[in-house]
């Protein structure tokens, strides 16, 4: 149960205004679930290993290529499940 932000009475889910005063309810928008964050985050973490793996071939500061290669073979990987788990979720 929500409660009216005018006149703190009880509400339930499917009222448009509140009972007691009338004032409209406001809807509750949702933010993004976890499963939309994480492939966010595995997109993020692909795309600075593929940065990683390019400048690898050019700096000498940055880790050796085969492991920046390895790294972003891994990250496509985790960001194609995370995208299929997020659209099963959808459905």
Do not use: Y
Request: proline share 3%.
């Amino acid at each position: 149960m929500d409660r009216c932000r005018e006149c703190n009475s009880s509400i339930a889910k499917h009222e448009t205004q509140c009972f007691s005063c009338g004032s409209a309810v406001r809807k509750k928008e949702a933010g993004p679930d976890m499963a939309s964050r994480f492939v966010l985050f595995s997109k993020i973490g692909f795309i600075l290993s593929a940065i990683m793996t390019v400048a690898s071939l050019v700096f000498d500061a940055t880790p050796p290529f085969w492991k920046c290669a390895v790294c972003t073979v891994v990250m496509q990987f985790v960001k194609s499940s995370a995208e299929q788990m997020a659209e099963k979720k959808k459905s």
